[in-house]
């Protein structure tokens, strides 16, 4: 059924909450998993102030770092038997996610949702982008993490 499942990652920690249900999917079909990070840094250039140096060196630090993340998630998840490859590309992230996609003909996206709070419901999000621009099976799995605010963790930790 699913053979080749992209998993796009932003190098947060909610983006990875997804991975145990990929794991799951991934042995249970015998597929491959591609991680992907799309920087955006370049393709928003036009909405940037500064000099070309200056977005230059960001973009470059930006893959550099993501590259890192993608290569240390692949390999962790490799050591679990799993078929995985990484690609960053810059993209503005939804478009560049639904195009990967239908460029590799991949059966599956599985993305997480970070459950932004109320611009999310002005502003869209990414998975939503890619849920309603997919031409193939989006698996969402919305993931949030609550704090308390930092006085109020305080006051309940009795400091």
Same mark, same amino acid.
């Given at each position: 059924? &699913? ?11 909610l ?15 015998? #597929? ?9 840094l370049?393709?928003?250039?036009g ?7 200056? =977005? ?12 890192k &993340? ?11 038997? =799993? ?15 639904v ?10 996206? #599985? ?15 990414? #998975?939503?982008?890619? =849920? ?7 698996? =969402? &799995? ?18």
């Open positions: 059924m &699913f053979k080749k499942i992209l998993v796009p990652l932003d190098g947060s920690e983006s990875v909450k997804i991975l145990p249900q990929v794991e799951d999917l991934a042995k249970k079909y015998q #597929a491959d998993i591609t991680l992907i990070t799309l920087g955006h370049a393709s928003a250039a909405a940037l102030e500064g000099s070309l140096e200056v =977005l230059k060196d960001a973009t470059a630090h930006e893959k550099k770092i993501s590259e &993340f993608l290569e240390k998630t692949a390999n962790s998840l490799k050591e679990k038997g =799993l078929t995985v490859a990484w690609v960053y590309e810059e993209a503005m992230p939804a478009h560049g996610i195009a990967y996609a239908e460029k590799r003909k991949m059966d599956l996206i #599985a993305i997480a949702t970070h459950g932004k709070g109320e611009f999310a419901w002005v502003l869209g999000s990414v #998975a939503e982008k890619v =849920l309603s621009h997919a031409t193939v099976p989006v698996l =969402l &799995f919305r993931v949030m993490e609550f704090k308390a605010p930092a006085l109020k963790a305080e006051w309940f930790m009795g400091s």
